[in-house]
Structure formats: C-alpha cells, structure tokens
C-alpha cells in the first residue's frame, strides 16, 4: 500500500534554500578558483604566515583529501586544507585558507560560541539519531510523552545550528580582515574573496532553517501518537 507523508514538505523551504546556496558556492568557487592573487602565495604559505605572526607555529597544516573539505581540528591542533587548495594561490583557495586560519584564532582566544558548539556537537550527534528512533517508539505505543522527547532531543541540533552561525560568519570577517591587512588580496581581490566566504555563510544559514523546520516536522509527526 502506498503511504504518502506529507510533512516532507515542511523541508521544501529549506531543501530549496541549500541547493540554492550550494550553487552559489559552486559558482563563486569556480570562478575565483580560476583566477590567481596577484601576491603569488599559495593557500598553504598565506595560512602558514597568517598563524606564526599570531603566535601559532604549533598549529600544523596538512593536505586532505576531498574536494572543499577544508577544516581546523581544534582537539589535535590541525588545519586541513583540501588538495585543490592547499598548493593554490587562487583567490577562493587563499579566502579559504583565511577563514580556516580564523578558527585557529577563535580557538587561541577561546572564543565563548566556538567552545559551546565544540560542547554540544556530541549531544546534537545523539540528538540526531536518537530523535527519530523515540518517535517511532512513541508512535507505535501510542506514547506521547516518549515522542516529546525524541522532538526535544532534536532540538540540540538545531543549537547546533545557531551557535555555529556567529563562528563561521566571525571566522570570515577575520580571514578577511587578515587577507587585506597583511596585503595577501587588495582591491577586486577582496571583493572575490568576499564573494566565495558570503557564499560559503548562506550554507550555514540553509542548515540552520533546515533543522528548524525538520523540528517543526518531526512535532507535527510525533502529534500522532497524542491522538491515539
């Protein structure tokens, strides 16, 4: 028998949303990928530079495979720069690299949203997979209380979310305010780099609205078992 759930098109919205701003990543991205800076460091030198005047020469950097899986790891004291970035002296590659490099600053001045979305990424795990096997439960018990909870338990993801808004959206102000002031991008160059991390923050934002409305859903679905 066929069962259609119409919830699913509670995430309509937000599935829009990220497709929308995943192609803004791409395009930006592809474009100022293409064009070298004209200082002629590569993302590897301009990060490498960035964390010793800051007194980070302890932070490592490493190539990492994947394509834009560029990250820092605080626990290990890594920055990670995708291949197709690290030996790049694009004017996306060295954005990236800054931003990254911001991290690493956010981690030094124990940047209060860094440390709490570093405190709720285990309960927002948990959270994420344990929401829908309560509700499940719950709906197949006919227990309201128990499918409240599994609502709840996702309600750290969408934490998640939010606090890690201010850090992504802080991350890049400070790429950018280190790329124009140690002369690493000027002029039109900033404006490209500008445009690859403002692309990059709208993915942020499309996952925040996206756990929302996955809540709004998943309450709507657990209502089920409230009316059994």
């Known amino acids: 028998m066929f069962f259609y759930d119409w919830t699913i098109l509670l995430l309509l919205p937000g599935i829009i949303l990220a497709a929308w701003a995943q192609s803004r990543v791409s395009s930006a991205y592809g474009k100022y990928s293409r ?3 004209a ?23 490493e190539s990492v ?11 290990k004291k890594v920055l990670r720069l995708s291949q197709g970035v690290y030996n790049s002296s694009s004017i996306a590659a060295l ?8 991290h690493a600053f956010q981690d030094q001045e124990e940047y209060f949203p860094m440390k709490v979305r570093s405190v709720v990424v285990p ?34 993801v969408v934490f998640f979310q939010l606090v890690t808004l201010p850090v992504e959206f802080n991350a890049s102000s400070r790429a ?8 690493y991008l000027s002029g039109a160059e900033m404006t490209g780099a500008k445009k690859v991390l403002s692309a990059a923050a709208l993915t942020y934002v499309a996952a925040l609205i996206t756990a929302i409305l996955q809540m709004l859903r998943l309450a709507v679905i657990a209502g089920g078992a409230n009316r059994d």
């Not at 495979?65 to 626990?75: E, I, M, Q, R, V």
């Not at 006919?142 to 909870?149: E, F, G, K, R």
């Open 176 to 183: 950018l305010n280190s790329l124009e002031g140690g002369g």
């Open 39 to 61: 200082s002629g460091y590569t993302a590897a030198q301009v990060a490498r530079n960035m964390l010793d005047q800051n007194g980070l020469s302890d932070v490592r950097i």
């Open 95 to 102: 954005g990236i690299a800054a931003h990254e490099v911001g």
């Open 35 to 37: 064009i070298a800076s």
């Open 123 to 156: 309960v927002a795990n948990f959270g994420s997979m344990a929401s829908w096997v309560l509700i499940l439960i719950g709906l197949l018990f006919s227990n309201y209380q128990l499918a409240q909870i599994g609502v709840w338990l996702f309600a750290a």
């Open 65 to 75: 495979a994947g394509n834009l899986t560029d990250h820092y790891d605080p626990s």
